[in-house]
């Protein structure tokens, strides 16, 4: 099959080449990659695969970056009996043991010996992919594969922040970075609990992507007291981290929750103690999603849309991977497979 090899530190090192297909274990099925989409997280393997913890336990098996990606189910390994040949699925991608203390409370998210695929593991950016059946998760007929593709990071990502500031209707939530592919997700899922929604940003889409209203960082503030009356709002969603943290504070009135879970920008911050007691604040950290959340997600994923750029093919996947930062991006950056 092809994939997308990582052969060293850098972009430079990121090439396509023909590997053997992998074959399935019991418990497994063969998914044949239909798109991805490309996150920072499948960059920082490319660019500094020792900085990835914990190190792959047999690194020269974890050459295929890929943390988000779609498919169907060609192949069922012995023992699977949930999924059939020819369903279409989207790949929850956190490997879990399912026996933890964490996985037994449904946190599969935080499974004490569990991995992301696609860091210290093979990931989806090739033709095809073994995934334990339990992470298959079945999408709805007529889900692009785009969206399908975008539901194993950015949407739930993205869903869990919502959750861990348990987002409702009486809120007031500030999304930072609001067409990222996190912050479009961000925006939706807090317009559908209800909550009034600002989105940051210097693009100007986001009214058809649940944002309420959208600001420049610079203005953002001075939004947000006028709106709220001086109240400030009541959850900021920030994953830019060290550029952004001191600005994302400022937004947040009593009793507010600040959801982080990206350092985009850095990962080094200030930390005003007193102004956090004194309004009693709720900093929150949150990462990925369950494995509830995830089915839940896919069974209602047709409710929500996703903003492609650009689409690239397998064979440009290093340009893909450079696209994600490029100053013209204005939405997704999807690979197809
Ligand atoms: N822990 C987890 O489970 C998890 C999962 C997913 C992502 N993350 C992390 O969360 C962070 C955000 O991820 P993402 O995929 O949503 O990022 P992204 O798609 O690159 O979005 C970032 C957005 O932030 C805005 N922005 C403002 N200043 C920026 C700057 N200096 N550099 C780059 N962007 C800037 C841009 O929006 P505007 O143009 O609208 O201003 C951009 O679209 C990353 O650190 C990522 O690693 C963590
Ligand atoms: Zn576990």
Known sequence: MKALIVNGSGMENLSVSEVAAPSISAGQVLVRNRMAGVNPIDVRPVMDPLSVRPMPREPEKARIPGAEFAGEVVEIGSGVDNLS???????????FDGTCDMCRSGNENLCRDGFILGTISNGGFAEYSAINARNAVRIPDDLSWEMAASLPVAALTAYHAVMRASVKGSDTCVVLGGSGNTGMFALQFAKAMGAKTIAVSRKSWLGQYGADFTVDANGAAEFVSKLTGGAMASVVINSLGERFWQAGLSLLGARGRLVTFGTLTGRNVGFDIM?????????LGST?????????LAGDSMRYKVKVWKR???????????ALDSAERDGRVMLAL
Do not use: C, H, P
């Open 275 to 283: 102004n956090a007691y004194t309004k009693e604040l709720a900093i």
């Open 85 to 95: 040949v020819g369903d279409r699925v989207s790949v929850y991608n956190r490997v």
């Open 288 to 296: 990925g999603g369950t494995m509830r959340e995830f089915t839940g």
């Open 312 to 322: 690239f093919g397998l064979s440009d996947g290093r340009k893909a991977l450079e």
